[in-house]
């Protein structure tokens, strides 16, 4: 096979979720002995085109040619016997296996020639061979579970080493990797490269994809809005393309503020080995706060610190000058906080039963003169059909109808109305509308901005930065872990916030 | 966090030999070589049902059907094959366990039920297929079965030979075959096994038949030892077989153990119910040690599991970094 012939093409491709369309018309060439890079902010489409192209979900429109045949994976498998490697940024490797059982879990070298025995010498030899090529030095036999999370990336490059694919796709490769150890990547990038395959890197470090790769997109919104070399590209051309229009007028005017409102929630140096460093936060009365940051930033994970679900090493969480122990939520819940997780299905909702019995759920105690004592079902039910009022929720009757007839942003607001019926003094919000359609979207911002008219303290986590430029009174941006940039209202710009999310400096 | 693993691996044997010194300060007959080697004689039977019961457990499952298997095997070969030599006395007891463990197997993998609820119905329904046929009755094996279970070859008792050549097949499936990296794939994340490409319908499928199969052997194994299958036999061994597994360190969780933590936690278990009768201990106490022994065994899998959900923890920054700013910002 010639080195310059286009291996993967996907020409026109389309694809909805739910109604929504996420992917709009995207077209891309895989080039033999070339590397391509994928940029985009989350969500703006680049993981949902590669799960397209390996089989792990089917265009609704569009078509995708491998060697110049039509080619439709129904299945990773499939896409994977085609000669397709993808090497997903949610690891697949197995922390109970042992090093070598991870490489060939579905192809074990055998002996006695077709008997199904395993060779453990071969398995050794070959494991060794793969690991000697991504320079990772483990034994074959060690169990994977004794790897550190770039090791663990790099097995996962060997086991697509392992096969004989000619197209090789990398979803943000390096995000879990150390500085040698993504240059020995790149290495072994370059010599795939040189050996004629077509390459498909995805990452969030600008500068390493101008480095490294011939040719840049840029997607946003489920488009591809830059298609060039990169010889011609400056990082900041390309955080200008990621960004794109101006905010509609999706967000409730600018609110007057206190100049020095009241500290509600205090945090100070949070620390928490391998996950946060040294964060310091205020949230005043009336305040929206929002944390910007990519996916796997720490951002999570710091919600999670603060409502006291995990635990930290060192620093304070203040409620009210008061400080609250480690780990502790009940103290949290008495303080007044309230935490809306970026799971709600799984964690902030009960999906089968009906809307009153999952607002009354944290509520219950408020409605019973004591403990043993029977609840005041009445006064329940009014509370709750006045909150819903509140939230302007439509449904049906509340005792009857079941959450999971709601739309998202009904479900959205039944959890929101869960919170407040416990009438909470500060409310964190992570990913407050995920999931969440612009209509309703639109009254979730007015809800939260209204909340905060009243005193509420409002602390929101987001990917969608338009939503916390939109929405907030600053903005600080979280980066492995650290909180780094701090932006007040007449500060927002969303390239340098953009920016600092990925780690550039500000003179890039 | 290595310290405490390796406390929790070797607190079994720990436990293992503060029983027998006090067994054996109790007794002058317990460390005796006759009872040693009695105790692994005894052993046979749940070494076989427990190795099964690895299988299972290592694919994140359970199977409480394997007391009713070990019955419907024994009634099988004392009523239905009461003149066939050994050989065919043994298919059959597989056949009649790998029965079993295939309904299991179908009602988990095509009716998507929780395999508790499955394995839990089968342990009545076996039991009650077993009575009826029975009628109650003790079924005896015959004469040649039981001199069967009581001969040896090169000194070596036919039980202990028997759990030898399962633990041989067992091995063989879980060390040297894909078979075993499958089912601790499935173990550790079945959908992630899926996404990687292993067959998990069809592994597990195979994983509670041969289950089953093995229940079929260890009845048949004990069957031959006992000569005589009361309406009780092989009750209560579910618990046992779990117990020995996740004793020898298997987790009930899934996907973590070895082929000898079914052999070690069987023949601890063994020695534990050898040594009461040793020391004359009051048999109604039998029920509340075994208990605990099971609690100890439950307890430290979870305590194993917890460690190690902990180690398996994905960070959002180098580690090593985070704690050498620690201490120079300490310092």
Redesign the interface.
């Known amino acids: 096979m010639t080195g310059n012939a286009v291996r993967l093409e996907a020409k026109g491709l389309s694809k909805s979720f739910f109604g929504i369309q996420v992917l709009h018309d995207v077209s891309l060439e895989a080039v033999g002995g070339r590397i391509l890079g994928v940029v985009g902010e989350n969500g703006s489409g680049k993981s949902t085109t590669m799960n397209l192209l390996t089989g792990v979900l089917q265009p609704d429109v569009g078509t995708i040619s491998l060697n110049g045949a039509p080619f439709s994976p129904k299945s ?2 499939e896409s ?1 016997q085609a000669g397709i490697a993808f090497i997903q940024q949610e ?2 490797i ?4 042992s090093v070598a ?1 991870n490489l060939f ?2 192809n ?1 070298p055998t002996q006695f020639n077709g008997l ?3 060779s ?1 010498k071969r398995m050794h030899d070959d494991a060794q061979t793969l690991l000697r090529r991504v320079h990772l030095d483990v034994s074959p036999s060690s169990p994977a ?1 004794t790897l ?3 090791e663990r990336q790099l097995l996962e490059i060997a086991r697509a080493l392992a096969g004989s694919a000619q197209i090789f796709i990398f979803d943000e490769p390096t995000s ?1 990797l ?1 500085a040698p150890e993504a240059d020995r990547l790149f290495e072994i990038m370059q010599q795939l490269r040189e050996g004629g395959a077509a390459i498909l890197y995805i990452s969030h470090n600008l500068e390493e994809v101008l480095r490294l790769c011939g040719d840049v997109m840029v997607m946003r919104d489920g488009r591809v809005t830059l298609r060039a070399e990169s010889a011609k590209l400056t990082p900041r051309e390309l955080v200008l393309a990621m960004v794109g229009r101006p905010i509609e007028a999706l967000f409730p005017e600018p609110r007057r503020l206190d100049e020095t409102p009241v500290t509600v929630l205090e945090v100070s140096g949070l ?1 928490t ?3 946060l ?1 040294g964060v310091d936060l205020k949230v005043g009365r009336g305040e929206i706060v929002g944390i910007a940051g990519l996916m ?3 951002r999570s ?1 710091f919600a999670r610190a603060v409502f006291g679900l995990d635990e930290y090493t ?1 620093g304070s969480v203040r409620m009210n000058g008061k400080v609250l122990p480690s780990g502790d939520v009940k103290a949290r819940l008495d303080a007044g906080v309230a935490f809306l997780t970026e799971d709600r299905r799984h964690e902030g909702l009960m999906v089968n039963a009906s809307i009153a019995d999952n607002m009354a759920l944290t509520a219950l105690p408020m409605f019973a003169s004591g403990v043993g004592q029977p609840i005041d079902r009445k006064r329940l039910l009014r509370a709750i059909v006045y909150i819903g009022q509140r939230l302007r929720l439509k449904s049906g009757d509340v005792t009857t109808s079941a959450v999971n007839s709601l739309s998202g942003g009904n479900q959205q607001k039944v959890v929101l109305g869960k919170w407040l019926m416990r009438n909470p003094r500060l409310l964190i919000l992570d990913e407050p509308t995920r999931g969440v359609d612009v209509g309703a979207k639109q009254d979730i911002y007015r809800i939260f901005a209204e909340l905060a008219d009243v005193g509420l303290a409002i602390l929101v986590i987001s990917s969608e930065l338009e939503e916390l430029v939109g929405l907030c009174d600053r903005i600080h941006v979280m980066r ?3 909180l780094k940039t701090e932006f007040r209202r007449e500060q927002f710009d969303r390239e340098a916030i953009l920016r600092a999310a990925f780690g550039q400096s500000s003179a890039a | 966090m290595s310290t405490i693993s390796t406390l929790l691996r070797w607190a079994p044997l720990a436990l293992f030999l503060v029983l027998i010194v006090v067994f054996s300060l109790n007794s002058d007959r317990f460390l005796s070589g006759a009872n040693l080697a009695a105790i692994l004689v005894q052993s046979s039977w749940l070494v076989a049902v427990a190795l099964g019961m690895n299988f299972v457990l290592l694919s994140a499952g359970v199977d409480l059907s394997v007391g009713a298997a070990m019955y419907i095997a024994a009634v099988a070969v004392g009523l239905g094959l009461p003149n066939a030599p050994v050989w065919v006395s043994l298919l059959c007891s597989l056949l009649v366990g790998g029965i079993i463990g295939a309904v299991n197997a179908t009602l988990i993998g095509r009716l998507r039920l929780p395999a508790f609820i499955v394995t839990l119905a089968l342990l009545f329904v076996g039991r009650g297929v077993g009575l009826f046929f029975s009628e109650t009755r003790v079924v005896y094996a015959s004469t040649e079965l039981a001199k069967f279970g009581r001969s040896s070859l090169f000194d070596i008792p036919a039980p202990l030979l028997m759990a030898a050549a399962t633990l041989g097949l067992a091995w063989l499936l879980l060390n040297r075959m894909a078979f075993g990296p499958y089912v601790r794939s499935i173990g550790a994340d079945a959908e992630g096994a899926r996404r990687a490409g292993v067959p998990v319908k069809a592994v597990t499928y195979c994983v509670y038949v041969l289950c089953g199969a093995l229940a079929g052997i260890g009845g048949f194994i004990s069957f031959s030892q006992t000569s005589a299958a009361s309406a009780a036999f092989g009750q209560n061994s579910e618990f046992l077989a779990i117990a020995a597994a996740v004793l020898g360190g298997t987790s009930l969780s899934g996907g973590r153990g070895s082929i000898w933590a079914p052999v070690i936690g069987a023949i601890l278990i063994t020695t534990v119910q050898n040594g009461l009768v040793m020391i004359n201990a009051n048999p109604y106490a039998y029920p509340v040690i075994t208990g605990s022994v099971i609690f100890v065994a439950a307890l430290l899998d979870s305590i194993r599991t917890r460690t190690q959900a902990r180690m398996n923890r994905r960070t959002v920054r180098p580690l090593t970094t985070v704690t050498e700013t620690h201490a120079t910002a300490s310092s």
């Open positions: 990773r498998r994977d690891l697949n197995f922390p109970n296996l059982e879990l579905l074990p199904p025995f395993i453990r579970s550190s999370a770039g879990s150390t620390t080995p391998g996950f460093e796997g930033s720490g994970e060192c492995r872990g650290e």
